[in-house]
Structures are given as structure tokens and as C-alpha cells.
């Protein structure tokens, strides 16, 4: 079966960096875009952004921009999210999630478990 | 593209048939998907294309639309149906979220 597995919950202070991981298996990690999304608590889901595993490819949304880094290396099916310098309204649920593309299909198929981030001093 | 679903909380009884429209600023054809979200899990997806079932989705839940007006049906509400739905559009970066949609039981 398909899945995305991530790395486990952080708890961490503001200033501190951090880099939470989305492996992916029993699919060719490097021929579909896996995405990331933010879910603060008791909120909505939030599109942060993007990466083409194959060629490094990467979107952000606008508001998102200069705030994390996405990478990910195709070589260990691994997808990577990370901040420089945490802010406590960076506490959040992360999900990666695999999308889909085709002629007949574009969607986020395949979810992670979710990543817990707590950012408290 | 902003995506406006409504309404944002809906109590229905099982057996009921309810639906979800989500709204988008400009038009994105069809390339609009449905998720279901349930407390502490991780969004599964439902609807892609605007109504194409995903596999291994339960045929109650059905999506409709293109352009810029969706909807998502769920036909006779089961007791599991108890969750948060989202569409999401993929027509153009970013690909945002609708707000929600808290479904409850009765």
C-alpha cells in the first residue's frame, strides 16, 4: 500500500529551527508532487506549498513565502519542511500529502499522519 | 482564488440527504476536490475532478459542478458521516482550502 510516513511531534522554543520529514513508499516518489499543509488548532487546512521530488520544483503560497523552506531528496523518497526561526504561531498540525496528477485526476491522494509542532518558551 | 464553502455548520439526521456548495472567486473548471476530515485524523479524500468517486468511497457521497459553483451531496447520512468537509481547488497556486464545512449528526 501507498503511504507517506512523517516524523513524530516537536516541541520546541521561538527562535529555534527545525525540519520535519514525509517519507514516502511503495510508489516513485520523484514522479508526483507532494504537498504540505498547515492545520492550527481547531482551524481549517491550509495550502503552505509544494515540491516536484524529480526535479526540486517548488511553489509556495504567497503569504507562506520566506517563512519555511520545502526540499526533498528523491534519493531516500524523503520530503522536507523547515523553519529557521520558530515563532509560537507556528504551532500547528503539519500533514504532506501526495498529489495526484493525471488527465483524469489532480488531487491530494495519499496523506501523512501528521506532524505535531508546538512552539512554546 | 478564494473558495467559499457553505454552509459552515450543518445538523442533519440519519437517513437525510445534505449538501455542501463551495464557491470560487474565478472559475477553475473542474478541478476541484472533496475531503472529509475526522478529529485527530488526517483529511481522506473523497471527490477529485469535481465528481469523480474515489476509490473505495462509499457511493452516498457524490460531487457536482464546474466553473466556479460545486457541490458535494451525500445521500441517506450515516452516523459516520459525522465530520469536517473541505474542497480544495488545484486550477491554479496557490491550492487553497475552503473554510470547512463541520457536519453533525443528529
Known amino acids: 500500500e501507498e503511504q507517506l510516513v512523517q516524523s513524530g511531534a516537536e516541541v520546541k522554543k521561538p527562535g529555534e529551527s527545525l525540519k520535519i520529514s514525509c517519507k514516502g513508499s511503495?510508489?516513485?516518489?520523484?514522479?508526483?508532487?507532494i504537498g504540505w499543509v498547515r492545520q492550527m488548532p481547531g482551524k481549517g487546512l491550509e495550502w503552505m506549498g509544494i515540491?516536484?521530488?524529480?526535479?526540486?520544483?517548488?511553489r509556495y503560497s504567497p503569504s507562506l513565502q520566506g517563512q519555511v523552506t520545502i526540499s526533498a531528496d528523491k534519493s531516500i523518497n524523503t520530503a522536507y519542511l523547515q523553519w529557521s526561526s520558530l515563532k509560537a504561531s507556528d504551532t500547528a498540525m503539519y500533514y504532506c500529502?501526495?498529489?495526484?496528477?493525471?488527465?483524469?485526476?489532480?488531487?491530494?491522494?495519499?496523506w501523512g499522519q501528521g506532524t505535531m509542532v508546538t512552539v512554546s518558551s | 482564488i478564494q473558495l467559499t464553502q457553505s454552509p459552515s455548520f450543518l445538523s442533519a439526521s440519519v437517513g437525510d440527504r445534505v449538501t455542501i456548495t463551495c464557491r470560487a472567486s474565478?472559475?477553475?473548471?473542474?478541478?476541484l476536490a472533496w475531503y472529509q476530515q475526522k478529529p485527530g485524523k488526517a483529511p481522506k479524500l473523497l471527490i477529485y475532478a469535481a465528481r469523480t468517486l474515489q476509490r473505495g468511497v462509499s457511493s452516498r457521497f457524490s460531487g457536482s459542478g464546474s466553473g466556479t459553483e460545486f457541490t458535494l451531496t451525500i445521500s441517506s447520512l450515516q452516523p459516520e458521516d459525522s465530520a469536517t468537509y473541505y474542497c480544495q481547488q488545484l486550477n491554479t497556486y496557490p491550492h487553497g482550502f475552503g473554510q470547512g464545512t463541520n457536519l453533525e449528526i443528529k
Open positions: 500529502a501526495r498529489r495526484e496528477m493525471s488527465a483524469l485526476s489532480d488531487a491530494f491522494d495519499i
Open positions: 511503495r510508489y516513485t516518489f520523484s514522479s508526483s508532487w
Open positions: 474565478q472559475a477553475i473548471s473542474s478541478y
Open positions: 515540491i516536484y521530488p524529480g526535479d526540486s520544483d517548488t
